[in-house]
């Protein structure tokens, strides 16, 4: 008994000396994937602890496009705005199916293969969102027609899912280092579930359904397929109203999700400068985070065409900092840079150099709580 004792003592010492060591991660600062590769599970522990001092910036395709180029090495519209490129890169594999090579966007797969290789070797953090097109009609992702029910386990459509998860395991497979390691990816699947206009959506799947839907993607890639380089992010979207009472409704549950994410762009549309609002929610989502030892994340906002000149400093920074708790939040995604010449419209989230934004963005750069890429520490390992 006493034997028994003493040896757990120096287990709880032992266990204690090596994780002061910094190259071991406690078991609450794991992701949900416990046999994730060493950069994935640094990482998320790097993202965990940098979360409470700061706030990375993340602009969706910056590689890929800005507002007046296309695919051109190099380039990043943050980056000839601020001197930097972003910290986080969000990538869009909408469309992606057998024999299809560009996404929804229009931007090639390969590329966006290469810009996930190119970005990670310079420290970058890539995050990958799937607008998945419909798996019954073969519509797109706002065919609203009822699809959940058929594709889970028992549904009628539910191989050919599972052939379309296959094809996105192949995608993440390709993402590798110059020595063939797996390069870490968030992954944002089934995003926005708490508004209306994706199959997925509010009306569309019951409790049940959308966290099965959840939890059967993350098994299969993580147990069937062996990808150990996902971290997993669900992303309710905020509708510029306190939805907190629908944020949990359909959370698939702790040991299914990574980080805690918000998609809000209600707050910034029609004039509207909600920064209260969105500052009190995001607060909320960092304490549900906290009490799960996980990681919060404005996963995706904007201002359409960024029609306030201090849109960056004077809407979302402030909406990122007026609450002190949302200041906790571990990183901030605005979307695509899209124009009127390619898309018919304009459609862009991030400054470029000859928009009235631009110096009000540099500003935002220097803001001493925001780091973009050229201020982060190597976030793949544990030694910082
Ligand atoms: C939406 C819009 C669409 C786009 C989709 C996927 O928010 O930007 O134009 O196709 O995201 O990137």
Not at 47 to 67: E, M, P, S, V, W
Not at 208 to 231: C, G
Request: charged fraction near 25%; hydrophobic fraction near 35%.
């Amino acid at each position: 008994m006493v034997k028994t004792t003493i040896l757990s003592l120096l287990i709880i010492i032992g266990v204690g000396m090596a994780c002061a060591q910094k190259n071991v991660i406690e078991d609450k600062d794991l992701p949900i994937d416990k046999n994730a590769t060493a950069e994935t599970k640094a990482l998320y522990s790097n993202l965990k602890k940098l979360a409470k001092t700061n706030i990375l910036y993340g602009h969706q395709d910056d590689l890929a496009y800005g507002h007046d180029w296309w695919a051109e090495p190099g380039r990043s519209d943050v980056k000839e705005v601020t001197g930097s490129y972003p910290a986080v890169y969000g990538w869009e594999l909408g469309d992606i199916r057998q024999g299809v090579e560009a996404s929804l966007d229009s931007v090639n797969f390969e590329s966006i293969k290469g810009w996930i290789k190119e970005a990670y070797s310079r420290g970058g953090i890539n995050t990958i969102s799937w607008h998945m097109n419909h798996p019954v009609t073969d519509g797109n992702t706002w065919d609203m027609t009822p699809a959940v029910y058929d594709i889970i386990p028992g549904g009628s459509q539910h191989e050919k899912f599972v052939s379309w998860l296959d094809i996105f395991a192949d995608f993440i497979t390709d993402l590798k280092d110059e020595n063939g390691e797996a390069i870490p990816i968030i992954f944002r699947p089934y995003h926005e579930h708490t508004a209306d206009w994706f199959w997925w959506g509010e009306k569309q799947t019951t409790v049940e359904e959308y966290v099965t839907l959840w939890r059967f993607t993350v098994d299969y890639l993580k147990d069937e397929k062996q990808l150990h380089n996902l971290l997993y992010a669900y992303s309710p979207d905020g509708g510029s109203k306190d939805r907190s009472d629908k944020y949990m409704e359909k959370y698939p549950g702790d040991d299914y999700v990574d980080i805690l994410g918000y998609d809000e762009y209600g707050s910034f549309m029609d004039g509207k400068n909600d920064v209260e609002v969105l500052s009190n929610a995001l607060a909320k989502i960092v304490t549900e985070a906290d009490a799960r030892n996980k990681i919060a994340a404005l996963t995706e906002t904007g201002q359409e065409k960024i029609p306030s000149e201090k849109w960056f400093t004077e809407s979302l920074l402030k909406a990122m900092t007026l609450n002190p708790k949302a200041s906790e939040i571990s990183y901030v995604l605005t979307w695509r840079n899209a124009n009127q010449q390619r898309e018919n419209r304009e459609h862009f989230y991030s400054s470029y150099p000859s928009h009235s934004s631009a110096p009000d963005m540099k500003k935002f750069k220097d803001a001493e709580i925001m780091f973009f890429e050229d201020d982060l520490p190597n976030m793949y390992t544990l030694n910082n």
